[in-house]
């Protein structure tokens, strides 16, 4: 069974930076695909950012392109997610992600529903 545990968020000013980091456990991390998601109050969760299993092939959702940058050390069961000029619009619980099913080293999965395990969530809150 994959944990996944969450860290980083916290309070940032407009244009700032933070960055999030998501350790799994277990032996098999590199097998995995990994995703970062956020939900905002009253509304639903959606994809921000996802990498392939090899790390080679990134994907962004269209709210966080150009800004965010997501990448993964498969020595360190670690995956992360560098966040920059954040907007009070990225506000929300972030959550981190992984897809043990991906059979391909290169696919990135971007819709909810291929995730298997989830992580508790981080709060990312952006003040004006």
């Known amino acids: 069974q994959v944990q996944l545990v969450e860290s980083g968020g916290g309070l940032v000013q407009a244009g700032g930076s933070s960055r999030l980091s998501c350790a799994a456990s277990g032996r098999t991390f590199s097998r995995y695909a990994m995703g970062w998601f956020r939900q905002a109050p009253g509304k639903e969760r959606e994809f921000v950012a996802g990498?392939?299993?090899?790390?080679?092939?990134?994907n962004y959702g269209d709210s966080v392109k150009g800004r965010f940058t997501i990448s993964r050390d498969n020595a360190k069961n670690a995956v992360s997610l560098q966040m920059n000029s954040l907007k009070p619009e990225d506000t929300a619980v972030y959550y981190c992600?992984?897809?043990?099913?991906?059979?391909?080293?290169?696919?990135?999965?971007?819709?909810?529903?291929?995730?298997?395990?989830w992580g508790q969530g981080t709060q990312v809150t952006v003040s004006s």
């Open positions: 990498i392939s299993r090899n790390g080679r092939i990134t």
């Open positions: 992600a992984a897809d043990l099913g991906a059979t391909s080293l290169y696919l990135v999965v971007t819709t909810i529903r291929e995730y298997d395990t």
